[in-house]
């Protein structure tokens, strides 16, 4: 490995610095990393993809000192640089290559001071690349609460790296870090191991060919040359040449070398870390792990956690729902009263509406990420992981299914991406193919609104709320559908490869408000950065569509409508004069007005186009419109609705709620009726109405079939099931 890249030192002006210091954040899962990321760079984070892949590329930005700043990398978690998954393969992807834009001026390693021996072994790998490093040994209140007693000098002195106690939780450590961070930090001289003596003409000659530095970096390539995404296929050719005229065993390698290290790693612990123990009962937390995690038990508290959700999410999230949507309302009354014209139409009738589409539901969407971030904080999620294992088994998914499952209760699009940390090819195509029927977070303003037409606010035994079980019952159905789909593509699906489950549990902790409070921050803040600009665009786009038609269509529509309004043309005062003495009448033949002009608009003919399609489902044109445009993302459901019914409204017609209760059909009826409603929620828990999910599944499985398969899949079963649902209640 060549000498590392030069570092500004801390007390450099911030003039002479050519650019912030990139450090990469790397550690085993559950070592603290998100923690110390969250410590470093606050509100300062985004979140892009790395270069070529579709896996999460987490950075923020970090104040060393008053003139240093650092771009922080968050790199996924892993516990060596033999990659098993492919969220671990941009580590080695990244590390590897010095030339890489992304290269790290150094890395910082955080490490489970509670076990240090399994932490240490991608430190030494690590060590062993020649990259720059500072040591991050956080959990250090957990290690002395267990005994654990290390000595900080002499293992600085064998690992050769500096080291910082640490507790990144609470903050605790971090100004020092920042400080070593700051500083010019050289190449550790210590090495760890060194391949075999029969090894190093394959390995010098790897490394001179690619002008590598380091014999360690070069036996990687000799290991790794299928998965390095870098080289070229010349170059993969001629490593694999190498590898066949030396008869490499990559597999008796890589073993020798992970027993070689880990006894390295235990002549350095027998040195600096002594144990005394310190409990005399049954760990607090195995003694937990026997409850949460109980064969029936385990389930109950679970489902009795999920109830929780649900009932949270309309009982606590309905004030400030109601307030949001009140205020939209008024607002857009204030403007239509003072103002007119066609820019205020579009204003209030486009851009207000489907604004309020997307920020009526920020109060549920923050109490949806709230809930799961406490979870993942204290260490829950592991113990539901490792739970519903058992549960997966039978319908042929892994234990390792289950974190993208749950992740797709917040979006299906990272939660497929989630499952590239399966290693089974048929385990991960069966993930990604059902993860899209768990009910996501875009569902909750189609569900929310629906629910709240049809079912009673009330309680029942006095505790539960109708309308939360409604909606946990709509999550649970989603739950059952992808485990039904993913036990028929278990069946269909052939392959001679076996999945292996293996999980740690991490400490329980108490939830660090910190990072609770910046899961919500960007959940949110996607949520209406990204779903608000499709949903706000769509809106204006559907104003426009509704509010004019082809041709003369919609005039001539008006002008047959006032012909057959007789009645008052004959008065004495003539028809403006009958108008304001029947204030109740004009106000009626201004709806039918508007409503004509819907009918005959550019969306009013397209929707007729496609009525007879689904109106065995209960739907008429206008709900057909809101299917097409909820393709691009489910939540824009509510955006077009919104729209569509505010489109010639009066101004005074009140909230979304109370304009969707308004609408009658042709019978004079409610038109959103139990069935009406019902048939579409259904089809919503079941359609694949998102372009970015199907994206995602093309990305992830390098062949168009399985989005297509998606498609066809999901859309016929959504339109069988409210088919049925509506005939069941009509």
């Given at each position: 490995m060549s000498k590392p890249a030069d570092v500004a030192d801390g007390q450099q002006a911030a003039s002479t610095t050519v650019r912030p210091l990139r450090i990469a954040l790397i550690g085993n899962p559950n070592s603290g990393k998100t923690s110390l990321f969250n410590q470093l760079t606050g509100l300062n984070q985004k979140v892009g993809n790395f270069p070529g892949v579709t896996v999460d590329r987490k950075t923020g930005v970090a104040q060393l000192t008053a003139t240093q700043r650092a771009e922080i990398i968050d790199l996924p978690g892993t516990y060596s640089l033999y990659p098993k998954s492919l969220d671990e393969k941009v580590i080695t992807d990244l590390l590897y290559d010095k030339g890489a834009d992304n290269y790290p001026d150094f890395v910082v390693v955080t490490v489970d001071a509670n076990n240090l021996r399994r932490s240490l072994l991608l430190f030494t790998q690590l060590g062993d690349l020649g990259l720059p490093a500072v040591l991050a040994l956080n959990m250090m209140d957990v290690a002395e609460r267990h005994g654990v007693n290390i000595d900080l000098p002499e293992l600085e002195r064998e690992l050769g790296v500096p080291i910082i106690p640490m507790n990144a939780r609470k903050g605790i450590g971090v100004a020092a870090l920042k400080i070593v961070m700051a500083q010019r930090l050289d190449t550790p001289p210590v090495r760890f191991w060194e391949p075999d003596e029969q090894m190093l003409p394959l390995v010098r000659q790897i490394r001179y060919y690619f002008n590598l530095h380091n014999d360690y970096l070069a036996l990687h390539y000799a290991q790794q040359f299928r998965q390095i995404g870098f080289l070229s296929a010349d170059e993969k050719t001629h490593i694999q040449e190498l590898t066949q005229k030396y008869a490499f065993d990559a597999t008796a390698q890589q073993a020798a070398e992970t027993i070689g290290r880990y006894a390295r790693i235990n002549e350095i612990l027998l040195e600096t870390v002594t144990v005394t123990r310190t409990e005399q009962h049954e760990p607090v937390s195995n003694r937990i792990d026997k409850v949460l995690t109980h064969r029936v038990g385990g389930y109950l508290i679970f489902l009795s956690i999920l109830f929780l959700l649900f009932q949270a999410i309309f009982a606590w999230a309905q004030y400030p729902m109601d307030w949001i949507d009140q205020g939209i309302s008024g607002l857009s009354a204030v403007i239509q009263e003072n103002f007119?014209?066609?820019?205020?139409?579009?204003?209030?009738?486009?851009?207000?509406?489907?604004?309020?589409?997307?920020?009526?539901?920020?109060?549920?969407?923050?109490?949806?990420?709230?809930?799961?971030?406490?979870?993942?904080?204290?260490?829950?999620?592991?113990?539901?992981?490792?739970?519903?294992?058992?549960?997966?088994?039978?319908?042929?998914?892994?234990?390792?299914?289950?974190?993208?499952?749950?992740?797709?209760?917040?979006?299906?699009?990272?939660?497929?991406?989630?499952?590239?940390?399966?290693?089974?090819?048929?385990?991960?195509?069966?993930?990604?193919?059902?993860?899209?029927?768990?009910?996501?977070?875009?569902?909750?303003?189609?569900?929310?609104?629906?629910?709240?037409?049809?079912?009673?606010?009330?309680?029942?035994?006095?505790?539960?709320?109708?309308?939360?079980?409604a909606l946990m019952s709509l999550y649970l159905l989603g739950l059952f559908s992808a485990l039904g789909s993913a036990w028929v593509l278990k069946k269909v699906l052939k392959a001679r490869e076996r999945s292996y489950f293996i999980m740690e549990f991490p400490v329980y902790q108490w939830p660090r408000w910190k990072n609770v409070g910046l899961t919500i921050y960007q959940k949110v803040q996607a949520f209406v950065l990204q779903a608000g600009k499709v949903i706000v665009a769509i809106s204006v786009l559907l104003w426009v569509l509704a509010s004019?038609?082809?041709?003369?269509?919609?005039?001539?529509?008006?002008?047959?409508?006032?012909?057959?309004?007789?009645?008052?043309?004959?008065?004495?005062?003539?028809?403006?004069?009958?108008?304001?003495?029947?204030?109740?009448?004009?106000?009626?033949?201004?709806?039918?007005?508007?409503?004509?002009?819907?009918?005959?608009?550019?969306?009013?003919?397209?929707?007729?186009?496609?009525?007879p399609a689904i109106r065995p489902l209960g739907y008429d044109w206008k709900i057909g419109i809101a299917l097409l445009t909820s393709f691009a993302a489910r939540e824009v459901f509510v955006g077009t609705i919104s729209t569509i019914y505010s489109v010639g409204q009066d101004a005074d017609m009140g909230t979304l709620q109370q304009k969707l209760s308004a609408e009658r059909d042709a019978n004079g009826q409610p038109f959103f009726t139990p069935a009406r409603a019902f048939s579409l929620l259904v089809f919503y828990v079941f359609a694949m109405q998102c372009m970015s999910t199907l994206a995602v599944t093309y990305r992830e499985t390098k062949s168009i079939r399985w989005p297509l398969a998606q498609l066809i899949y999901m859309t016929g079963l959504a339109y069988a099931a409210a088919f049925m649902v509506y005939q069941a209640l009509t």
């Amino acid at each position: 490995m060549s000498k590392p890249a030069d570092v500004a030192d801390g007390q450099q002006a911030a003039s002479t610095t050519v650019r912030p210091l990139r450090i990469a954040l790397i550690g085993n899962p559950n070592s603290g990393k998100t923690s110390l990321f969250n410590q470093l760079t606050g509100l300062n984070q985004k979140v892009g993809n790395f270069p070529g892949v579709t896996v999460d590329r987490k950075t923020g930005v970090a104040q060393l000192t008053a003139t240093q700043r650092a771009e922080i990398i968050d790199l996924p978690g892993t516990y060596s640089l033999y990659p098993k998954s492919l969220d671990e393969k941009v580590i080695t992807d990244l590390l590897y290559d010095k030339g890489a834009d992304n290269y790290p001026d150094f890395v910082v390693v955080t490490v489970d001071a509670n076990n240090l021996r399994r932490s240490l072994l991608l430190f030494t790998q690590l060590g062993d690349l020649g990259l720059p490093a500072v040591l991050a040994l956080n959990m250090m209140d957990v290690a002395e609460r267990h005994g654990v007693n290390i000595d900080l000098p002499e293992l600085e002195r064998e690992l050769g790296v500096p080291i910082i106690p640490m507790n990144a939780r609470k903050g605790i450590g971090v100004a020092a870090l920042k400080i070593v961070m700051a500083q010019r930090l050289d190449t550790p001289p210590v090495r760890f191991w060194e391949p075999d003596e029969q090894m190093l003409p394959l390995v010098r000659q790897i490394r001179y060919y690619f002008n590598l530095h380091n014999d360690y970096l070069a036996l990687h390539y000799a290991q790794q040359f299928r998965q390095i995404g870098f080289l070229s296929a010349d170059e993969k050719t001629h490593i694999q040449e190498l590898t066949q005229k030396y008869a490499f065993d990559a597999t008796a390698q890589q073993a020798a070398e992970t027993i070689g290290r880990y006894a390295r790693i235990n002549e350095i612990l027998l040195e600096t870390v002594t144990v005394t123990r310190t409990e005399q009962h049954e760990p607090v937390s195995n003694r937990i792990d026997k409850v949460l995690t109980h064969r029936v038990g385990g389930y109950l508290i679970f489902l009795s956690i999920l109830f929780l959700l649900f009932q949270a999410i309309f009982a606590w999230a309905q004030y400030p729902m109601d307030w949001i949507d009140q205020g939209i309302s008024g607002l857009s009354a204030v403007i239509q009263e003072n103002f007119h014209g066609p820019l205020i139409r579009l204003l209030t009738e486009g851009v207000l509406a489907g604004l309020g589409g997307v920020l009526i539901f920020i109060p549920q969407i923050a109490l949806l990420f709230g809930f799961l971030a406490v979870l993942e904080e204290t260490g829950y999620m592991a113990r539901v992981t490792f739970l519903m294992d058992k549960l997966m088994r039978p319908f042929g998914l892994s234990g390792k299914s289950v974190v993208p499952l749950i992740s797709g209760l917040a979006c299906a699009v990272p939660a497929i991406m989630g499952a590239r940390t399966i290693e089974s090819w048929k385990d991960r195509m069966i993930t990604i193919f059902v993860t899209p029927l768990m009910s996501c977070s875009a569902r909750i303003p189609v569900y929310t609104v629906l629910v709240a037409l049809v079912v009673p606010d009330e309680a029942a035994w006095g505790i539960f709320n109708l309308r939360g079980v409604a909606l946990m019952s709509l999550y649970l159905l989603g739950l059952f559908s992808a485990l039904g789909s993913a036990w028929v593509l278990k069946k269909v699906l052939k392959a001679r490869e076996r999945s292996y489950f293996i999980m740690e549990f991490p400490v329980y902790q108490w939830p660090r408000w910190k990072n609770v409070g910046l899961t919500i921050y960007q959940k949110v803040q996607a949520f209406v950065l990204q779903a608000g600009k499709v949903i706000v665009a769509i809106s204006v786009l559907l104003w426009v569509l509704a509010s004019y038609g082809p041709g003369q269509r919609q005039e001539a529509a008006v002008s047959q409508l006032i012909m057959r309004q007789n009645i008052g043309f004959n008065s004495p005062g003539g028809v403006a004069e009958f108008y304001k003495q029947h204030p109740d009448y004009k106000a009626n033949l201004d709806r039918q007005v508007a409503s004509a002009r819907l009918e005959n608009s550019y969306a009013g003919v397209f929707g007729h186009l496609i009525e007879p399609a689904i109106r065995p489902l209960g739907y008429d044109w206008k709900i057909g419109i809101a299917l097409l445009t909820s393709f691009a993302a489910r939540e824009v459901f509510v955006g077009t609705i919104s729209t569509i019914y505010s489109v010639g409204q009066d101004a005074d017609m009140g909230t979304l709620q109370q304009k969707l209760s308004a609408e009658r059909d042709a019978n004079g009826q409610p038109f959103f009726t139990p069935a009406r409603a019902f048939s579409l929620l259904v089809f919503y828990v079941f359609a694949m109405q998102c372009m970015s999910t199907l994206a995602v599944t093309y990305r992830e499985t390098k062949s168009i079939r399985w989005p297509l398969a998606q498609l066809i899949y999901m859309t016929g079963l959504a339109y069988a099931a409210a088919f049925m649902v509506y005939q069941a209640l009509t």
